[in-house]
């Protein structure tokens, strides 16, 4: 099935044979192939601040250690003179990207953020981040915002002030949303609403960043299939711009602490079936610093991006995972034999094919080099 792989397009049922053949070393090196045929030996990433505007949620996913819980006292809704204060010392540290990640609509469950918003004259996070991107942009980095599930209304407007967005599909599977699921009590993880979001991400035109949760319950079958909606998804809109594989790491003091996390060859065989699957369509990122120590194993697996990386904040996710620095990070990737590359928040192929506002569209020129990637 692996011969002459290259060219042929991979329907879901043959990609489950594969995935579950146990052929982890033929099916890397055809996946790495395709990667050096479409991406030669280029891995790249880019240089962020994260900034997790609230950990107020809706959502309650069994895996979150990241969300408020009711009563207790570390709610966090950042202010503007504290994500002033966050972005200015991303442009001294060079960054590129202002990565604004926080709780899904967090207006509609807690009073508190109700409350802030109004003060501050907002209705929703939504009106309050879109000016939060525009002091990004006059800082001199390139906004890229994962908010959630969004209507097209929202999309439309945050595409004005964003390099791209981003909502991962986590899982295509409506049996995560059951009782006893990771996703029983977040209504905005049913997977149609999410698909929804990144189709009508991709009808507006939006350089969109999506992927998959791996080991939250899904079975191998159900994984497969999440990476065929995404596909589906970028055949029609072509709005893609990479896919994370991304483990899942359990929290302590959450429903799942005590779930086994994923294995390394579970990571490397889904980004290689990914790669498979989407040749050269797309880009594929797995997180560097939630497989610390494993990165050179995983660059065997057709992925060609590490995603954001920052010099100056942390994972808020991910608080006990801390990012390689930029320099670690380039020497493991060479040792490899691989070429470690910066890029923005947008990828190249989305600046040509111009699916930028006019309001991003100057620093995105002002910070890329003739053929896309971050200016040296
Ligand atoms: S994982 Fe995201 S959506 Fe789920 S509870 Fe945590 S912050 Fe909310």
């Not at 042929?8 to 982890?24: C, M, P, R």
Request: glycine share 8%; proline share 6%.
């Amino acid at each position: 099935m692996l011969q002459n792989i290259d060219g042929k397009d991979l329907n879901f049922e043959d990609a489950l044979i594969l995935a579950s053949s146990g052929n982890i070393d033929e099916i890397c090196e055809a996946a790495d192939r395709i990667r050096r045929r479409y991406y030669s030996n280029i891995v790249t990433f880019s240089s962020n601040v994260f900034i997790p505007l609230t950990n107020y949620c809706r959502n309650r996913c069994g895996y979150c250690g990241f969300r408020h819980k009711p009563g207790d006292p570390s709610g966090i809704i950042m202010r503007p003179d504290e994500v002033k204060n966050v972005l200015i010392k991303g442009k001294e540290a060079r960054c590129t990207e202002a990565l604004f990640t926080f709780g899904e609509k967090p207006e509609e469950k807690y009073f508190e953020v109700k409350k802030f918003l109004e003060e501050l004259g907002y209705s929703s996070i939504i009106d309050y981040l879109y000016d939060l991107c525009l002091m990004a942009l006059e800082i001199g980095l390139l906004p890229h915002s994962n908010p959630g599930i969004l209507d097209k209304s929202e999309i439309r407007k945050l595409k004005q002030v964003n390099a791209s967005i981003g909502l991962m599909l986590e899982s295509s599977s409506k049996r995560l949303c059951e009782a006893g699921g990771p996703h029983e009590h977040s209504p905005g993880k049913l997977p149609e609403k999410r698909i929804k979001t990144v189709k009508a991400a991709g009808e507006l035109k939006v350089p969109f960043t999506s992927g998959i949760l791996v080991g939250i319950g899904e079975t191998l079958e159900e994984r497969i299939e999440s990476i065929y909606v995404l596909k589906k998804l970028h055949e029609k809109y072509d709005h893609i711009q990479e896919i994370i594989i991304q483990n899942f790491n359990p929290k302590p003091n959450t429903p799942m602490e005590d779930f086994s996390p994923p294995t390394l060859n579970d990571i490397i065989l889904t980004a290689a079936i990914t790669r498979l699957v989407f040749k050269g369509k797309t880009n594929i990122q797995i997180p560097p610093n939630l497989n610390i120590g494993q990165e050179r194993e995983l660059l065997i697996s057709g992925m060609n991006d590490w995603g954001g990386i920052s010099p100056i904040t942390v994972d808020e996710i991910n608080p006990n995972h801390h990012w390689p620095s930029k320099i670690k990070l380039g020497k493991i990737t060479r040792e490899a034999g691989f070429s470690l590359r910066e890029r923005l928040p947008i990828y190249p192929k989305y600046i040509q094919k111009n699916y930028i506002s006019s309001n991003v569209a100057p620093l995105v020129h002002e910070l890329a080099d003739n053929k896309g990637y971050r200016k040296m």
